[in-house]
T-cell receptor
Framework: RKEVEQDPGPFNVPEGATVAFNCTYS??????FFWYRQDCRKEPKLLMS?????NEDGRFTAQLNRASQYISLLIRDSKLSDSATYLC??????????????WGLGTSLAVNP | DAGVIQSPRHEVTEMGQEVTLRCKPI?????LFWYRQTMMRGLELLIY????????DSGMPEDRFSAKMPNASFSTLKIQPSEPRDSAVYFC????????????????FGSGTRLTVV
């Protein structure tokens, strides 16, 4: 089982739709969580951190369920510019107190006019 | 600030040749990371440096790969000899916090080098 798993998609949605992505992680020692956005042929950029109580940033809402070990990202009123790949990232505290970022393969979103 | 600068943006080389990728981190950032991204394996950390010292190179695939950071403003990733399976996008990232997971603030990627080995 991969350490961080995401549905690769692609998700094809019309403008204005609400879309949700899930991500599951295998290691319960995971400590912090993030969503990154990566445009085609570009570098990843931080979209938002994911807090235990859930957090919102404009049209984006992130939630964490530690018991079930999954993270979600909800995008409301999707825009054409939201088309990208969304990467789930987990910060794991490993051996020797060494923190490690584990990256999912990403979920592809295409928002259509 | 110009951000993390990588060169070259694209590299096409023949199998067996030496390839050197370059990275200039953001000034003041004391951690630098080299990642490789492929469709099949996603983003994989190859090596990271704190204050120019290699901390974790467990992700370096094999001895053909080596990385150096001679000073705070420059790092190289070298592949010698290159093989077709090394074809990927190689990203450099820098951070103002020590360790790759200490904080997500100031963790900035360069634009990447797209390497094709034929």
């Amino acid at each position: 089982r991969k350490e961080v798993e995401q549905d690769p998609g692609p998700f094809n949605v019309p403008e204005g739709a609400t879309v949700a992505f899930n991500c599951t992680y295998s290691n319960s020692a995971s400590q912090s969580f993030f969503w990154y956005r990566q445009d085609c042929r570009k570098e990843p950029k931080l979209l938002m951190s994911v807090y235990s109580s859930g957090n919102e940033d404009g049209r984006f809402t992130a939630q964490l369920n530690r018991a079930s070990q999954y993270i979600s990202l909800l995008i409301r009123d999707s825009k054409l510019s939201d088309s990208a790949t969304y990467l789930c990232v987990v910060n794991l505290l490993g051996a020797g107190n060494n923190r490690k970022l584990i990256w999912g393969l990403g979920t592809s979103l295409a928002v259509n006019p | 600030d110009a951000g993390v600068i990588q060169s070259p943006r694209h590299e096409v080389t023949e199998m067996g040749q030496e390839v050197t990728l370059r990275c200039k981190p953001i000034s003041g950032h004391n951690s630098l990371f080299w990642y490789r991204q492929t469709m099949m394996r996603g983003l994989e950390l190859l090596i990271y440096f704190n204050n120019n010292v290699p901390i974790d190179d467990s992700g370096m695939p094999e001895d053909r790969f080596s990385a150096k950071m001679p000073n705070a403003s420059f790092s190289t990733l070298k592949i010698q000899p290159s093989e077709p399976r090394d074809s990927a996008v190689y990203f450099c990232a820098s951070s103002s916090f020590p360790g790759q997971g200490a904080s997500n603030y100031g963790y900035t990627f360069g634009s990447g080098t797209r390497l094709t080995v034929v």
